[in-house]
């Protein structure tokens, strides 16, 4: 089987749709195909929308969590419940294209673990091409890794890598970062990109700003040491300041200059400290988050999953 998860946010007009292509690509492939919605607390009719397919075909799977808890958030609440030997995720905004993902499974049945599509000529805005590329460029210097900023979450993985990444407790997620975690037989091809139909992007350059953040401070120590080499900075500035102020008032007779050259001093060394303790606070609230051990996220109804798998249980949380 082939199983594919879709988080759902904003999207209602396109469900319909990409339910409907997606089951036509799967009878071409000649596989079994499960489609698994998860509402991130869509403020639309996404649920509505998503009861009255379900109710409609019964390999169409409804999640529907507590309150937003972000993407990659739900794709893990996805793929908690995948039942497939090779699972699909994509977005719900008809942009990954589903007559794209043959492409993406035949890629992987030929000894891949994840295949992940490589968007050659993305369809977006060019402000939002433009902040996520400074998005990925900054997350892959911080992160110490190299991030290609065409390829997202469109992509096929194995299910020996959906429990690999399952495993993984990070309460600051990346789905694209947790999936290179889990294994190093990756591969990426060039897919067709189409436009967005309905609605606008949810992420912000502020949003994105702070997803990148929170990847950095989970998976990189770097920003550590760049607060070493400021407060070096700052400290050697200082220093050479000093030596100066020597020189002038010993060789020259200069009288070392008014309250002014101080001040400035305590701001840039203040200013210094500051940034350093920000980060440091910044580590040690993520360890406090991480200390907690809540659950990943909180699932308030299911459609066609009554028979779970007694091993989810310690994967989520159900509220009745």
């Not at 589903?98 to 994840?114: I, S, T």
Request: glycine residues 6%.
């Amino acid at each position: 089987m082939l199983s594919v998860v879709i988080p759902v946010y904003g999207c209602c007009n396109c469900l319909c749709e990409l339910t409907k292509r997606l089951f036509a690509v799967g009878e071409s492939l000649g596989t079994p195909m499960e489609i698994i919605l998860v509402n991130d607390a869509s403020p639309d009719a996404s649920w509505a929308c998503m009861k009255q397919l379900a109710e409609a075909d019964p390999r169409i799977k409804a999640i529907n969590l507590s309150r937003n808890f972000g993407q990659h958030f739900a794709i893990t609440a996805g793929l908690s419940y995948a039942k497939g030997e090779w699972i699909a995720v994509m977005d719900c905004d008809l942009q990954d294209v589903p007559e794209e993902l043959p492409k993406l499974y035949r890629k992987a049945l030929e000894g891949y673990d994840a295949v992940f599509g490589r968007r050659a000529v993305r369809q977006d805005h060019w402000q939002k091409r433009w902040t996520s590329l400074v998005f990925i460029k900054m997350l892959s210097w911080l992160a110490c890794t190299s991030i290609d900023p065409a390829i997202a979450n469109y992509s096929v993985i194995s299910s020996r890598v959906v429990a690999a990444v399952l495993q993984m407790k990070e309460r600051h997620r990346s789905y694209g970062m947790l999936v290179h975690l889990a294994t190093s037989k990756i591969a990426s091809i060039d897919i067709e990109h189409a436009a967005r139909p309905y609605g606008e992007s949810s992420y912000t350059f502020t949003r994105k700003l702070r997803l990148a953040a929170d990847l950095v401070i989970s998976h990189s120590i770097r920003p550590l040491y760049v607060s070493v080499f400021v407060g070096f900075g700052f400290s050697a500035i200082g220093f050479l300041g000093i030596l100066y102020l020597m020189a002038r008032y010993f060789l020259l007779g200069i009288a070392v200059a008014g309250w002014a050259s101080t001040i400035v001093s305590i701001w840039l060394v203040g200013g210094a400290m500051m940034f350093s303790q920000a980060i440091l606070g910044l580590y040690l609230g993520k360890v406090l988050e991480q200390a907690k051990e809540r659950p990943l996220f909180l699932v308030a109804e299911t459609l066609n999953l009554d028979n779970r798998n007694p091993e989810l249980a310690t994967r989520e949380t159900f509220l009745h």
